[in-house]
């Protein structure tokens, strides 16, 4: 019998340090998908857009001036700062940094780290092996939701079992006319079962007339992406590294998900 363990662990930190032209924006699409700000300093790998005020703390006192003042604004359920709240012109309010622009910092693709475990089990012929990985943090822009976001056609519009309804166009003030939207950055942190594999050796002495002409056989189940826990509300949460780079374009638009498989295996050792 024999019972093995392993670890991985990885951590990456990346910054532009050095930049020989004007700061740009960038994306793995051309629809609207320039999310990705490039700049002398900056991190790579960070989303700059539209960013919802979450407090009436954060907005400007020009802002809360051309809102009609302090009394027209709140925060709804859904914890955005809005005006007119209950009513069909309810509409969120977005953030401005220093210098008063709106497109600000709004996620960040790098995780805090990524972990794995594996483990093998071996019981005379009986094998048992089993992989899980994790990716802590890191965010992912969600533009396959954004697109739903335009038609109404997401379930978050549909407001089923919700009492306080919003009016359609709350939701398309989120959509932003497709231009990057902080609402569709979400925390791209998953715990996978990446693989488990069990197999069953026959020996020589176990295959009996067949032993005159097998050394072994062995027979094997494979089973990949078996199980995925997250938050993340696409489809996976390694959507945009299946036609892309989730390195450094965390990206889901509407690319396919990593597929669940079962596969078998069989050898005959002569």
């Known amino acids: 019998m024999s019972l093995s363990f392993g670890v991985i662990f990885d951590r990456t930190r990346q910054e532009i340090t050095e930049l020989d032209v004007a700061p740009f924006f960038q994306g793995p699409t051309t629809q609207n998908a320039d999310v990705f700000f490039v700049a002398e300093g900056e991190t790579y790998g960070v ?30 359920s859904d914890g955005y700062v809005v005006t007119g709240e209950g009513t069909p012109s309810e509409a969120p ?20 780290f990524n972990v794995g475990f594996s483990s093998n089990f071996n019981y005379k012929g009986f094998g048992l092996y089993m992989l899980w990985d ?48 902080s609402y569709f950055v979400e ?4 715990i996978k079962l990446r693989e488990v594999s069990v197999s069953y050796r026959f020996g020589q002495d176990q295959l009996g007339s067949l032993g005159n002409v097998f050394e072994s056989i062995n027979i094997s189940a494979i089973g990949r992406n078996l199980l995925t826990i997250t938050d993340y509300s696409g489809y996976d949460p390694e959507v945009a590294g ?29």
Not at 252 to 268: A, C, Q, R, V
């Open 187 to 190: 925390d791209g942190t998953y």
């Open 93 to 112: 309010i977005n953030r401005l940094n220093e210098d008063g622009d709106s497109i600000i910092k709004i996620g960040d693709v790098n995780p805090d």
């Open 134 to 181: 994790a990716k802590i943090g890191g965010d992912i822009y969600n533009q396959t939701k954004q697109w739903l976001f335009r038609e109404a056609r997401h379930g978050e519009v549909d407001q089923a079992g919700k009492s306080d309804k919003k009016p359609e166009n709350y939701y398309r003030a989120f959509y932003n006319t497709n231009n990057p939207s």
């Open 47 to 76: 989303m700059y857009g539209t960013k919802w005020a979450t407090s009436i703390d954060q907005l400007t006192q020009n802002q809360i001036a051309n809102a009609g003042g302090q009394a027209a604004l709140s925060v709804n």
């Open 242 to 270: 299946v036609n892309g780079d989730p390195t450094n374009f965390a990206f889901d638009g509407f690319t396919y998900p990593n597929f669940t498989s079962i596969s078998g295996s069989l050898e005959l050792r002569f």
